[in-house]
T-cell receptor, first 117, second 111 residues
Framework: DAGITQSPRHKVTETGTPVTLRCHQT?????MYWYRQDPGHGLRLIHY???????DKGEVSDGYSVSRSKTEDFLLTLESATSSQTSVYFC????????????????FGEGSRLTVL | DQQVKQNSPSLSVQEGRISILNCDYT??????FLWYKKYPAEGPTFLIS?????DKNEDGRFTVFLNKSAKHLSLHIVPSQPGDSAVYFC??????????FGTGTSLTVIP
């Protein structure tokens, strides 16, 4: 199994508060992703990173920001959480070692369940 | 706008029979397709993939078929087992960087 951990695994917060989810990998993979899973929508890409300090937007990036200061960590921040951001968030990694072409297979973390009241 | 669609939210199959899960896509630039399996409270796990240069890829009980002209792929599971009961997502990519997922099909294999 790919070494990928997400924290926190569960969080309840109030509307308007900032929230940061952390994804940590021990595989030295180049690509890291944040997805959210919602009923009727499947998995939707929020942001992804293709290297340290290199990030790009996905399908549903509004209201989210990301940072990647080290290969192993990819942070997802909700600056001011809203109820529509209640979801299960999955981090994923892919590709070979840093610098290699992305092979395309994604390895997912166990998910972080966020509830915004 | 959903670029990858799984029109069957659920499917029930008898143990030992074939399970066929379908997926349609709209973006003709997609050239790599994957299937993932997800159990409750776990992250999705990779099952099988296929590139656009092929029309079939097989791995044990799992076979994926790709029909590029119809923009359609399917996953066949033969024989189906109770442990196959899960939600199955198809995914597609054009660049190898962004992966677009379908809404998932919940498969129940009845013993």
């Amino acid at each position: 199994d790919a070494g990928i951990t997400q924290s926190p695994r569960h969080k309840v917060t109030e509307t308007g508060t900032p929230v940061t989810l952390r994804c940590h990998q021990t595989e030295n993979h180049r690509y890291m992703y944040w997805y959210r899973q919602d009923p009727g929508h499947g998995l939707r890409l929020i942001h992804y990173s293709y290297g340290v300090k290199d990030t790009d937007k996905g399908e549903v990036s509004d209201g989210y920001s990301v940072s990647r200061s080290k290969t192993e960590d990819f942070l997802l921040t909700l600056e001011s959480a809203t109820s529509s951001q209640t979801s299960v968030y999955f981090c994923a990694i892919s590709g070979g070692l840093a610098g290699e072409v992305n092979t395309g297979e994604l390895f997912f973390g166990e998910g972080s369940r966020l509830t915004v009241l | 706008d959903q670029q990858v669609k799984q029109n069957s939210p659920s499917l029930s199959v008898q143990e030992g029979r074939i399970s066929i899960l379908n997926c349609d896509y709209t973006n003709s630039m997609f050239d790599y397709f994957l299937w993932y399996k997800k159990y409750p409270a776990e992250g999705p796990t990779f099952l099988i993939s296929i590139s656009s240069i092929k029309d079939k890829n097989e791995d044990g009980r799992f076979t994926v078929f790709l029909n590029k002209s119809a923009k359609h792929l399917s996953l066949h599971i033969v024989p189906s087992q109770p442990g196959d009961s899960a939600v199955y997502f198809c995914a597609a990519s054009a660049t190898g960087n962004q992966f677009y997922f379908g809404t998932g099909t919940s498969l129940t294999v009845i013993p």
